[in-house]
């Protein structure tokens, strides 16, 4: 099971992935973890460029992306299916992957609007090490400002500020129209199936919803 998981950031994308992950037994993939872990690993002039185009809220380039996903998708948990999130940003991502024949069976969008999302995104806080995510008033963890599993600390992402949410946003409005257009063409072609889901419901009746498009 191949899974594009798609809408803007803080829709919940990455909360509906984990359950995903977890529950079919497959990798969850974000570009985004696969680049602050570069961030963290590697000091270099690359890793460097990289933290200060996601502190400003610029995308990444297609070329750095495409390799980090095809570096990752080859890895032996990634035999039975996968979980992107975050990923393809651009037009040019999606048709990348294609032309390299990385196969994908379903595309969920999760809708929600500008508004929400400027709600949700503060209280935000992650695990930087793990990706484990936590909303302060939605998805509090068991202790204040730690981790459940490892009771490490968690951070708000320099990203989470208004500023440069709203600059994820309109990056992400740039080219949100063309991917969804490509994957409901491909729809229509039955190369794979693509389904909309209200991204403002609760998490456990998306996640209901995300299991009756997957078990059909
Ligand atoms: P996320 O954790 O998905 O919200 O991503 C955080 C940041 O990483 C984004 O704002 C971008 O700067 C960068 N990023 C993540 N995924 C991609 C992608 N597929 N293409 C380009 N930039 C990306």
Redesign the pocket.
């Known amino acids: 099971m191949r899974i594009i998981l798609i809408g803007y ?1 803080c829709s919940g994308k990455g909360t509906q992935a984990k359950f995903i992950s977890k529950k079919y037994n497959i990798p969850k993939i ?4 696969l ?2 872990s570069i961030i963290l690993t590697q000091k270099n002039k690359e890793s460097l460029d990289i933290k200060k ?2 502190e400003q ?4 380039s ?1 070329s750095i ?1 495409i390799s980090i996903i095809k570096k990752r998708l080859a890895e032996k948990d990634c035999l039975n299916g996968y979980i992107l ?6 037009i040019n ?1 999606a048709k990348i992957i294609d032309q390299n024949k990385i196969k994908i069976d379903y595309v969920i969008e999760l809708l929600i609007s500008k508004k929400k999302i400027l709600k949700r995104m503060l209280g935000r806080q992650i695990h930087m090490k793990s990706g484990r995510i936590y909303h302060k008033v939605y998805n509090p963890p068991l202790h204040k400002n730690k981790d459940d599993i490892t009771g490490e600390q968690l951070i708000t992402r320099k ?1 989470d500020t208004k500023k440069v949410i709203i600059k ?1 946003l309109n ?1 992400y409005n740039l080219f949100k129209k063309k991917i969804i257009q490509y994957y409901k063409q491909k729809n229509k072609l039955n190369q794979l199936k693509f389904f909309k889901i209200n991204g403002k419901k609760k998490v456990f009746i998306i996640q209901k919803k995300i299991m009756k498009i997957l078990n059909q």
């Open positions: 950031p974000s570009t985004g973890d680049l602050r185009k996601i809220g610029k995308l990444i297609d992306i999130d975050g990923f393809p940003r651009t991502q990203d994820r990056e």
